[in-house]
């Protein structure tokens, strides 16, 4: 099956409001908008058979930017913008068969090397539905304030925006078993929801 990467774009981004009024994927760190630097890295792994950039009616803009500055390099789709899960279902029974890497615009440190990584260790043991996890010490350790927590053999890990899915086996995802690999890598961790993980990922990106 193709491997297709998906961005979800599409969402209201309400704790960024005051930093990013017009929309949070075109938040610029260093001059480049959070959706272009994970386009890029996704360009520049050169795993995917395609790149689809999911909008919403809460993200004319970034539907925009993408249709113009981004156009050839990413495919654009548009969902309906209630819910992520919902949009999440919409995109996947549209790109049925294939498999699906879900990932989201605010991971403004995300590379190809750390890609290309994730891909090697979910191809050792595929599994229909499969999360990127990190460790919670990780993740908090790196200034991030943790949002889904879950326990795996009674250790806390937390939810990166990244997940694996094989859009045959999707009817409803509350139905799907998810299963997970853990990868604690800041790439992957650091995404932008507030002031202080803006303020994080500025910092790392200062240093590279």
């Known amino acids: 099956m193709p491997l297709i990467a998906v961005i979800m774009c599409g969402g209201k981004g309400i704790r960024l409001r005051k930093l990013a009024p017009l929309e949070k994927p075109l938040l610029k ?6 959706i272009e630097r994970v386009a890029y890295a996704l ?30 390099i990413i495919s654009l789709m548009k969902a309906a913008g209630k819910s992520y899960s ?27 090397d750390v890609l290309k990584y994730v891909l090697t260790i979910y191809r050792s043991f595929v599994t ?15 200034g991030i304030k943790p949002s889904v927590v879950i326990r795996i053999n ?14 045959n086996a999707v009817k409803d995802l509350k139905y799907l078993k998810e299963h997970y690999i853990i990868v604690n890598k800041k790439e992957l961790v650091v995404n932008v929801n507030t002031e202080a ?12």
């Open 128 to 142: 229909p539905f499969t999360s990127v996890v990190a460790d919670k010490k990780f993740v908090s350790a790196l």
């Open 154 to 167: 009674s250790k806390e890990y937390c939810h990166t925006s990244i997940s694996i899915i094989n859009s």
């Open 86 to 112: 919902e949009d999440l279902s919409s995109v996947l029974n549209n790109l049925r068969p294939a498999t699906v890497f879900v990932v989201s615009a605010d991971l403004p440190l995300l590379s190809a």
């Open 197 to 208: 993980e803006l303020k994080v990922a500025e910092n790392w990106l200062s240093r590279i």
């Open 29 to 34: 760190l260093q001059g480049e908008t959070m």
């Open 43 to 72: 360009v520049m792994s050169k795993r995917f058979e395609r790149i689809v950039g999911v909008t919403s009616p809460n993200t004319p803009k970034t539907h925009r930017l993408l249709s113009s500055k981004l156009n050839g």
